[in-house]
């Protein structure tokens, strides 16, 4: 088992930043890869980055490469989703979500899942 623990989420306007944090526990965290998802109102949770279990290799997608930033500390148990030039279309619950392996975009792919953290983002 791992329990997940977001943090970091708020308000925040157009072009600025946030850097939401996800607190690992449980069974060794530094063999999961780890994924970042999201969900606006009226929408399909989507994947938004995923880590390798050493952080050696990232994965994005394609609306967010360039502006996040997926990162991890095994030594402290913890992820990172470091978010710039953020948009109104980045509004939603982020999740931060823990994978045994295979493909990184597929949410059925994780098998633990944090409660999440709103970000909103004003024009």
């Known amino acids: 088992q791992v329990q997940l623990v977001e943090s970091g989420g708020g308000l925040v306007q157009a072009g600025g930043s946030l850097r939401l944090t996800c607190a690992a526990s449980?069974?060794?965290?530094?063999?999961?890869?780890m994924g970042w998802f999201r969900q606006a109102p009226g929408k399909e949770r989507e994947f938004v980055a995923a880590?390798?279990?050493?952080?050696?290799?990232?994965y994005y997608h394609d609306s967010v490469k360039g502006r996040f930033t997926i990162s991890r500390d095994n030594a402290k148990n913890m992820v990172y989703l470091q978010m710039n030039s953020l948009k109104p279309d980045d509004t939603a619950v982020y999740f931060c979500?823990?994978?045994?392996?295979?493909?990184?975009?597929?949410?059925?792919?994780?098998?633990?899942w944090g409660q999440g953290t709103q970000v909103t983002v004003s024009s």
């Open positions: 880590c390798t279990w050493s952080g050696a290799r990232t």
């Open positions: 979500a823990a994978s045994d392996g295979g493909n990184y975009y597929l949410i059925t792919n994780y098998d633990y």
């Open positions: 449980g069974r060794t965290f530094s063999s999961v890869a």
